[in-house]
């Protein structure tokens, strides 16, 4: 079954760039159409979305973080990656990577869901210097 | 400041029945589908209701979703100590060349 593992250093200097990757294991990045998603939860405070990346490289970001938040996909690693810049400790928080559930049947008819079902086990970051 | 708006907490005893709602607007909910999230700490979110009352494999059937107009609602029945928990509702939303809002949350206690 596929399973997601962020990874990426969990202390990281103000001013500086954040790097997280996601890997996904137990299935192909590149299979499903799915877009692959990053998410964070600064401590205190509830979920917010950063962006998402398909294996075509279209990208879409929350407009809050836009400036400052790069995702990119590497099919051949089975990874995606996100770099936030010019961090400060707003930025600490867990970061999650997900991935929608995808399509569903239901009462004889079948859909596509993009809420997100999987989750990685997230990942602390802390901004300090 | 979150797009979506839930009430910030929610209480219950075992047994009862509790609603959270979900306020958003017609570029999120009232274009697109609901999702709802549990979040225990320490732990992973878990999807709980997806396009709008669709249960995942394993969920309970106590837990239930609904929408009409910009707004939804989880409701929780015969509500359980295991239920305590973050719960956080999500929709797409459509402006700004779209992206995913989240609700504020809503801290469920079982007293």
């Known amino acids: 079954q596929v399973q997601l593992q962020e990874s990426g250093p969990g202390l990281v200097k103000p001013s500086q760039t954040l790097s997280l990757t996601c890997t996904v294991s137990?299935?192909?990045?590149?299979?499903?159409?799915?877009?692959w998603n990053w998410i964070r939860q600064p401590a205190g405070k509830g979920l917010e979305w950063i962006g998402r990346i398909y294996t075509s490289e279209s990208t879409n970001y929350n407009p809050s973080l836009k400036s400052r938040v790069t995702i990119s996909i590497d099919t051949s690693k089975n990874q995606f990656s996100l770099k936030l810049s010019s961090v400060t400790a707003a930025d600490t928080a867990v970061y999650y990577c997900?991935?929608?559930?995808?399509?569903?049947?239901?009462?004889?008819?079948?859909?596509?869901?993009?809420?997100?079902?999987?989750w990685g086990q997230g990942t602390m970051v802390t901004v300090s210097s | 400041q979150s797009v979506l708006t839930q009430p910030p907490s929610a209480s219950g005893t075992p047994g009862q029945r509790v609603t959270i709602s979900c306020s958003g607007s017609s570029s999120n909910i009232g274009s697109n589908t609901v999702h709802w999230y549990q979040h225990l700490p320490g732990t992973a979110p878990k999807l709980l209701i997806y396009?709008?009352?669709q249960r995942p494999s394993g969920v309970p059937d106590r837990f239930s979703g609904s929408k009409s107009g910009t707004s939804a609602s989880l409701a929780i029945s015969g509500l359980q100590s295991e239920d305590e928990a973050d719960y956080y509702c999500a929709a797409w939303d459509d402006s700004l060349n779209g992206h995913w809002a989240f609700g504020g949350g809503t801290k469920l206690t079982v007293l």
């Open positions: 137990g299935g192909s990045i590149s299979s499903g159409s799915y877009y």
């Open positions: 997900a991935r929608p559930r995808g399509a569903y049947c239901s009462d004889g008819s079948c859909y596509w869901s993009d809420a997100f079902d999987l």
């Open positions: 396009s709008n009352n």
